[in-house]
């Protein structure tokens, strides 16, 4: 019998097409396999049984990085392979430009360092000892370098390189690892390493080439300098995480005052010395995909481990996380070994600027950050900066999904009738492009506040959507008419615009990953976004499905005296819920200072901190509401909390005054076993508010003054506010069950990032009988939001 068989998914770049011939092979079949413009068609003549066979285990042993969503058989193949002809790999096929594509076509995201490829990369009798792109069709680039489908070298970066013989008999030997493998290069015949001093014009030849180049980069690193590394998606700034001198240059240079930095370790073992790390997190740190896990800072390995190494406390600046990652390239194991200890690995570039690609861009952008460059002639088709995750309650969430995950293709649970573009929010920005079933977010690309970043996300959109093969036909964009997104979407005309709420995105992108189609409870704990009534939300519970939602419960509102300054002070939002905490029914008409905290002086502490007269110009601004919108913000909450215990006044980027708290808190548990009620409840309040239940945090605020009254540890305080925090939520969730029916319960947003309420939360429900669901494949913070905008779009264009 003959039978042609198209295979469906992520097939291309993941080694498929060598799989089949192995298997078409071992079962004594004729015929051939090729790539097909986004699919694998596999056409094979031979016993019925055995036929059956290969169309089974197509699916059965397909390789560890492909995705099959289906096997078709479309009849016999015409002609019929001859009997005794043997299986062959063909030419690939592409369909021509503009025909019909009934499907997305899926490309697999860059895949790191096979542990064979790195037996190779360390063993002197290898022709590709010490070579730093090595790869074979288990690792290496493949999102970063592709120009369009069917995967095949003439259509990557790597067509530039023709093969040696060597790598020719490899990459045709269907006994090799390296058989068909597109990226494959040696050191005869692929890219090679370059080396820039900043002391150079950046459009002057290089200074050293090969060993020599990555030996002035370790030279440099060494030293105490900071290097500006090209990796697979992008440049990154390298340097040695030891020493607190460079960490504090890199810093100054970088204008990042705060921010933690990732650390690069050699190993699993080299990670053990940083942190502890359970199963969950080993898994992630060795997976293909090689994120940033963010560890707890906290849980320092034992006393037995006297060997551990010595990081810089600038890495961290406090955070109650440690990114650790596992290098990605060959690359990354060669500077590791060389200059042997922990890295201080970030994303290379300025403040409000894409990551650069390019060796010339990169030399004159980060020519003042770095002291030197690292680079290759192999060409960056798209950015993908690092992937951060981390695993809550035993299970692995995605913070920053970038490298290694997209674009892996994510499923609509409602089909989108026509191609969709969702444009995502503001910051943290992604886009996703979505037909049919299926949803291909985009990379990370920072926060969308200036021409550059626009620019890139314009391009990357351009690129993924002639690779994908969706032209979009709609656009799902947020409510809030300023974002860049929502201006880009503009483009579109009105008819052919989808407006989706901020934060029922955000519930939607939890609903959607995990295949929700009913009706579910959303909480959604967030920053700021524009709700459908014109005021700022951010702390909501809603009754909601994917196309649909109604807001059940909210925290109270609070203003932002300054409108956008007080999200860059914290010490602003304190006093706005000080002086204009909202009112609940309760006959407390009177929400300023003097009357609801017990008395100014419990508000000392923080009014003592502040610029003479800052307090009183606050207070006018709320009497007077002179640019001071109200919001219902959870994230601004945490804000004004960590200012009132005197952990932040001020902050230099997004979530960091929440990140003092949580810091603060790490160093009690929560189950009392440190000073009796350690993790035990503030005082907290419910109140009806129409048909909305509200959360009034002024009982939970005073408690924290008076606590810094009664010379209560600010630790302790930190802790309970978290435990409060969780009680409410679980009240919240109780009442809208009970009264709707509910119990599937999708917790979504940034402030959910925070690791200790986010483990707190998910417990707590369950423990309340609910089924708590948090984002997974995609950020609960705003880089969920097209994803989730995506699949509300989907839900609404079929009717569901």
Not at 88 to 98: F, H, N
Request: glycine letters at 10%; aromatic letters at 4%.
């Amino acid at each position: 019998m003959a039978q042609r068989l198209e295979v469906h998914g992520t097939v291309q770049g993941v080694g498929f097409r060598p799989f089949v011939h192995r298997l078409a092979t071992g079962l004594g079949l004729d015929g051939c396999v090729r790539n097909d413009d986004g699919r694998v068609v596999v056409e094979a003549a031979g016993p019925a049984d055995a036929l059956a066979t290969l169309a089974t285990r197509l699916r059965s042993d397909a390789p560890p990085h492909a995705r099959v969503t289906a096997v078709h058989a479309t009849g016999p193949p015409s002609p019929p392979p001859s009997p005794g002809s043997g299986f062959r790999v063909e030419t690939s096929a592409r369909r021509a430009a503009g025909g019909s594509r009934p499907e997305v076509r899926e490309i697999p995201p860059d895949l790191a360092t096979c542990p064979a490829c790195l037996a190779e990369l360390l063993d002197p009798r290898d022709r590709r000892f010490r070579y730093p792109f090595l790869t074979c069709t288990d690792c290496g680039p493949r999102a970063t370098i592709i120009d369009g489908l069917p995967y095949d070298r003439e259509r990557t970066t790597m067509r530039a390189f023709p093969m040696c013989a060597d790598c020719a008999r490899e990459y045709a030997d269907p006994a090799d690892r390296r058989f068909h493998a597109e990226p494959i290069a040696c050191p005869h015949c692929g890219p090679r390493l370059t080396w820039w001093s900043t002391d150079v014009d950046p459009a002057a030849p290089a200074q050293a080439h090969g060993e020599d180049a990555l030996d002035a980069a370790v030279t440099l690193i060494r030293a105490g300098g900071i290097a500006a590394v090209k990796g697979l998606g992008g440049y990154q700034l390298v340097c040695d995480a030891a020493s607190g001198t460079a960490v504090a240059r890199l810093r100054a240079r970088k204008h990042r005052p705060a921010k933690p930095f990732a650390v690069m370790v050699a190993d699993l073992d080299a990670a053990r010395l940083l942190a502890q790390v359970d199963t969950a997190e080993a898994e992630l740190l060795t997976g293909a995909a090689r994120p940033v896990v963010l560890l707890d800072a906290g849980r320092r390995p034992g006393p037995a481990l006297v060997s551990a190494p010595t990081l810089a406390d600038e890495v961290t600046a406090g955070a109650p996380r440690l990114g650790v990652f596992l290098p990605t390239t060959p690359l990354h194991h060669l500077l590791l070994a060389e200059v042997g200890g922990p890295l201080v690995v970030t994303s290379g570039n300025r403040a409000d600027e894409p990551i650069a690609i390019a060796d010339a861009d990169a030399r004159r952008h980060l020519g003042p950050v770095a002291d030197g460059f690292l680079g290759h002639d192999r060409a960056i088709r798209s950015r993908y900066d690092d992937s951060v995750a981390r695993v809550v309650a035993g299970r692995a969430t995605v913070i920053r999904r970038a490298r290694g995950y997209a674009p892996c293709p994510l499923p609509l649970p409602h089909a989108a009738s026509r191609p969709v573009l969702a444009v995502g929010g503001q910051l943290k920005h992604t886009f996703t492009l979505a037909a049919g079933p299926t949803a291909v977010v985009g990379p990370h690309t920072g926060d969308l506040a200036s021409p550059p970043t626009l620019a890139a996300f314009e391009r990357t959109l351009a690129q993924l959507s002639a690779v994908v093969g969706i032209t979009p036909e709609v656009v799902a964009h947020d409510l809030h008419p300023d974002y860049l997104s929502t201006r880009h979407a503009e483009r579109f005309a009105a008819d052919r615009r989808i407006p989706v709420q901020h934060h029922h995105a955000h519930a939607a992108s939890c609903a959607a990953e995990h295949g929700v189609t009913g009706r579910f409870i959303g909480v959604v704990y967030d920053g700021l976004g524009l709700g459908d009534d014109g005021t700022l939300w951010g702390g909501e519970v809603f009754v909601a499905d994917l196309a649909a939602y109604r807001r059940v419960a909210r925290f109270a509102r609070a203003p932002l005296p300054g409108g956008a300054a007080a999200i860059r002070r914290p010490a602003r939002m304190a006093l706005g819920y000080l002086f204009g905490a909202e009112q609940l029914g309760d006959g407390d008409q009177d929400g300023d200072l003097g009357r609801w905290t017990g008395g100014p002086h419990l508000a000392a502490p923080l009014l003592d901190r502040l610029p003479a007269g800052e307090a009183a110009v606050i207070a006018r601004m709320i009497h007077r509401r002179v640019n001071t919108p109200v919001a219902s913000s959870a994230g601004r909450l945490f804000d004004a909390a960590a200012a009132l215990l005197g952990l932040r006044d001020d902050i230099t980027y997004e979530g960091e005054a929440a990140l003092a708290l949580e810091a603060a808190a790490g160093s009690h548990d929560g189950d009392g076993s440190h000073d009796g009620d350690v993790g035990g409840e503030l005082p907290w309040r419910l109140a009806r508010e129409g048909e909305l239940l509200v959360y009034d945090p002024r009982p939970t605020l005073r408690a924290l003054l008076d606590g810094l009254a009664d010379r209560v540890d600010v630790g302790i305080l930190a802790a309970r506010f978290h435990t409060t925090i969780t009680a409410v939520t679980v009240a919240l969730c109780e009442d809208v069950s009970r009264r709707h029916g509910l119990r599937t319960v999708c917790l979504s947003g940034g402030v959910l990032h925070n690791q200790r309420l986010a483990a707190g939360v998910v417990g707590a429900l369950a423990d309340a009988g609910l089924e708590p669901l948090l984002n997974e494949r995609v950020p609960a913070g705003d880089g969920g939001l097209s994803y989730g905008q995506a699949a509300v779009a989907a839900a609404r264009m079929t009717g569901r």
